[in-house]
DNA sequence: ACTCCGCCTTGATCGAGCTCAAACGGCTGC
DNA sequence: GCAGCCGTTTGAGCTCGATCAAGGCGGAGT
């Protein structure tokens, strides 16, 4: 089944989405110039957006939705490297390849930019060049502040991050909703879905937060949490 | 004591080499182009080289000697995030402040260029706009390697892939001779020191590889480490 | 040559998180 | 309204790597 309700021409054989095949409108947190010609394409949940070491012709934003970017071993192991949200540019590489593969958590928008118009641009203006180096430092602070938690921190203080992380960037009125199931919190913890579910119910049990359901999640005690996260 | 044979000036108190005070030379790795002014610093074994949040006033490039970049948590746990070998560049960033804290694993020479100096390069010449984005991109995919390491390999995985990532970067006749003791490589792995002697332990008594000290090693089977690496 | 000290190895035990298993709950489609 | 399914929770037992502990080894300094 298509991911799109009309298709017309594709990248990579996928399918366009009807209304902005074109535009010269914005791709702003990636530029914040014009000049360059995006499309907005939509992917439905656990679809592929590209794969490990697979080409990399576009640089992505995600408009609505949330993706994973993930590497695998041989025997099916994973780690999730990030989670993208809203506003989050991804899929950008220095190199020919995508380093890790990039799947639709959810039904998800995203907006595209050809990655070798981008690297034009790059060239004749110093501030994309300067803005396309800043988004890759911002996915290196990331990745840094990662291996710390991997390496190093208990479930507890991982999830404890990842509550902290999520609240900063996905809160709304309080609220945090995940777009992600347990699995996907787990492998990008380093942890298993059990051990995360079990870290969850006893924040739960001590009064930290509140579960409205197992993806609506409330945080009553941010200041307890910060302590766990170091 | 000093780091240095002989003290002229010093950028953030510290002592300036002899011989190259200021060149045009190189800096080649991080430029590939002149114009630079670089300086030459010593620091002794376990010196400080930057501390976490600190003002990044210079970029690096290890000259001779090996250092280990890591971030702390408030009890100590430590995670060490990258080790950077002769050659490479280290300390570079586009906030404010260094993101990892930065010391010299045994006494060490450094390159250095001050950060504003290569910012302004970069804004006149695109080329060097591109060699910055291009060290960090390095520098993240390591991490995002780093990553499913700390994640999601067993101890033996972790230090197969480490034994491979050292005998590519500076085995030389066959051998590696480890600049960094035991403790940096259970804190690179996230592992501890006696897990990582045990696994190093394992591999001698299989054949894998033979120790004629504890930092000489030399690979007698990569094709099982390499399995061994996923 | 000897001693000291830091680094490394090895052994014994412990425990945090994994694995295996079962049951629960909420959503979807009939 | 009901059945089935997927995601989640919870329980029980196990395992890998951590912790605690004791020696060994080799290089630096006297």
Excluded at 18 to 23: L, N, S
Excluded at 47 to 69: K, N
Excluded at 149 to 157: I, S
Aim: proline residues 2%.
């Amino acid at each position: 089944m298509l991911s799109q309700s009309i298709s017309t021409s594709a990248p990579g054989g996928r399918k366009v989405a009807p209304a902005p095949a074109a535009t010269t409108d914005h791709f702003d947190v990636l530029t914040g110039h014009a000049g360059l010609v995006a499309s907005e394409f939509i992917y439905r949940k656990d679809e592929e957006i590209y794969g490990e070491d697979e080409t990399a012709e576009y640089v992505y934003q995600v408009v609505r939705g949330a993706v994973r970017t993930y590497k695998l071993l041989s025997d099916g192991r994973r780690q999730i490297g990030a989670f993208h949200l809203a506003g989050d540019v991804f899929g950008l590489e220095t190199g020919m390849k995508h380093r890790l593969a990039a799947e639709a958590i959810l039904d998800t928008t995203v907006r595209l930019v050809n990655r070798r118009s981008l690297e034009q641009a790059a060239h004749s203006d110093v501030r994309v060049a300067r803005d396309l180096w800043s988004i890759t430092s911002g996915e290196l602070r990331h990745a840094e502040n990662h291996m710390l938690l991997l390496g190093r921190k208990t479930a507890m203080e991982r999830v404890a991050t990842f509550l902290l992380e999520m609240d900063r960037r996905l809160a709304r009125a309080g609220m945090i909703a995940l777009p992600m199931c347990r699995r996907d919190i787990g492998d990008y913890l380093g942890l298993t879905l059990e051990t995360v579910s079990r870290s969850l119910s006893e924040l739960q049990a001590k009064g930290v937060l509140g579960l409205s359901s197992a993806r609506q999640i409330l945080l009553r005690d941010r200041h307890q949490l910060a302590v766990l996260n170091c």
